[in-house]
């Protein structure tokens, strides 16, 4: 390590509206180190990012990058400066060539007749030495970049941070669209880059991931430094703690649930083409069903079919509160009384530029009109219960959307499925790009709605989730399910049953 740190960050103050959200905040970052920066909701985190890439100017403090002080007006002077963010959701730009999206800030040009043109040639030479240097150099550069996975398209964004120089890179949430396996391709190019001496600053919510790729964890609680781990030497209960303060305790509700009513759902030999096959299950009102899959086990599509949103041939019988039920449309789910919360919030969850009042009200406007027109107030003080009960942290129910943090946006999505008539509730990967306090606040209100007579079913890639927040639990793979277990059952039984069927 250098004895001048890469990024210094000192004494970082920033104020909205003379309310603090950071108060002397410290974070370094040596060269070649990857340092995890962890905290809950309104931790700080996303305000100390901002600041470095010259989103938000800080209020007071010092940013050193390789000893020398910097002052970021605007993200193109971060940029400028070897800083480069890469945010979870991933940037490129689709019709363009692989080449050309990791040249895109400095295409080579030649001379042409009379003007000049783009040099393709130098372009794929160029992004080819790119690639090698992450270990992808196979990776054709002529293809279009929309033709390839999400992980390779990750890997696109990280090569044209290295074309722009940089030398810290900020990875926001980066596996959150990857599978396991393409998540163990990330990792071996951040240690790619460490060998390089790029830094990485690595946000996520998955402790375990944290633990295999940092150096460092430095964790921020209301704005303010709580803690600064060596990662080889520190635990994820010593973290945790740090997170959560004096309100440490167990992620998960620990007292025992009470006993399950009657059948809410039940599925008999259910099977979508090409996707499911004879998969049969039942969820009774006050239970909380985990279904755990990895991707392309089925586990995306499951809960959709059940839903009406999958249109393809299906098989099977479905009886929901023991009478037959097909979906076709999601508004026949709905109207049956199923609640439903896709794992993609910001595509498929939320209207980002409408209000909490507006979201959380949109499934049911029909129920807040009155004549003609739709009620605000009705629909303010339905928002408002509902704000209140979940601790959505908002200014009020007419902030808009976007402005909240993940956590906060996610209880909205599961707040306006909480009215009269809904009795199921379906949820895939409820807590995806959630901070640890939220996922612990989110599992506690679903068990208060179980004991309010919900019936839950929880489709997750998360093991964790899967065996810490559920009363019955199901393994799925290949679209089958292949094993079932009761409450209690550990992550590593899970998985294993994962991994006994694709060994056989």
């Not at 929309?146 to 120089?165: D, F, P, W, Y």
């Not at 600064?228 to 209960?237: G, I, L, P, S």
């Not at 026949?332 to 919030?345: L, P, Q, S």
């Not at 004991?451 to 019955?472: C, H, N, Q, T």
Request: aromatic fraction near 6%; hydrophobic fraction near 40%; glycine fraction near 10%.
């Amino acid at each position: 390590m250098s004895s001048i740190p890469r990024l210094s960050m000192r004494g970082i103050g920033k104020s909205f509206g003379g309310v603090p959200v950071l108060s002397n905040v410290e974070l370094t970052l040596e060269a070649g180190e990857v340092v995890a920066l962890l905290g809950s909701n309104g931790a700080g985190k996303s305000t100390l990012v901002k600041i470095l890439t010259g989103l938000y100017s800080r209020d007071a403090g010092t940013v050193e990058v390789d000893g020398e002080a910097v002052l970021f007006g605007k993200p193109a002077d971060a940029i400028a400066a070897g800083v480069k963010l890469l945010p979870q959701e991933i940037s490129v730009m689709p019709d363009l060539s692989v080449g050309e999206n990791i040249l895109l800030g400095d295409l080579p040009m030649k001379p042409g007749f009379g003007f000049k043109q783009v040099d393709y040639k130098t372009i794929h030479i160029r992004a080819t030495e790119l690639l090698a240097q992450l270990g992808f150099e196979a990776l054709d550069t002529h293809q279009d970049v929309k033709r390839l996975s999400v992980a390779e398209q990750r890997i696109v964004e990280i090569a044209r941070a290295i074309a722009g120089q940089a030398r810290i890179l900020i990875m926001d949430e980066p596996t959150a669209a990857l599978t396991e396996q393409e998540a163990e391709l990330l990792f071996a190019i951040i240690r790619r880059l460490k060998q390089q001496k790029v830094s990485v600053v690595y946000i996520s919510h998955y402790m375990s991931e944290v633990f295999e790729i940092s150096d460092r964890i430095v964790v921020l609680r209301d704005g303010r430094n709580a803690g600064d781990f060596v990662t080889r030497d520190t635990n994820k209960a010593e973290v945790l703690a740090a997170m959560l303060g004096a309100t440490a305790g167990d992620l998960y509700p620990t007292e025992p649930p009470p006993p399950p009513g009657t059948d809410v759902l039940k599925v008999e030999g259910f099977g979508v083409r090409g996707k499911l096959a004879d998969v049969s299950f039942t969820v009774r009102s006050g239970e909380i069903l985990g279904i755990f899959g990895l991707v392309g086990s089925g586990v995306e599509v499951l809960g959709r079919a059940l839903y009406g949103a999958v249109h393809s041939e299906r098989s099977g019988q479905v009886t929901l509160d023991g009478r037959p039920y097909r979906p076709s449309t999601p508004q026949h789910g709905k109207e049956a009384g199923i609640g439903f919360v896709a794992a993609e919030r910001k595509k498929e969850g939320i209207i980002a530029d409408l209000t909490v009042r507006e979201n959380i009200a949109l499934p049911f406007q029909n129920r807040f009109t009155r004549g003609l027109f739709v009620s605000t107030e009705a629909e303010t003080g339905h928002a408002q219960n509902w704000i209140r009960y979940l601790g959505i942290r908002t200014r009020g129910p007419e902030q808009k959307l976007r402005t909240l943090s993940g956590g906060n946006q996610q209880k909205v999505c599961l707040a306006r499925w909480l009215v009269e008539g809904v009795k199921l509730l379906i949820l895939e990967e409820p807590t995806r790009g959630v901070d640890i306090g939220a996922r612990r606040e989110i599992y506690g209100k679903l068990r208060e709605l179980t004991a309010k007579g919900f019936a839950v079913v929880i489709l997750s890639s998360d093991v964790e989730e899967v065996a810490g927040i559920s009363d019955r639990s199901l393994v799925l793979d290949r679209g089958r399910v292949v094993e079932q277990f009761p409450r209690g059952v550990t992550p590593a039984a899970l998985m294993a049953a994962t991994a006994e069927t694709q060994t056989a």
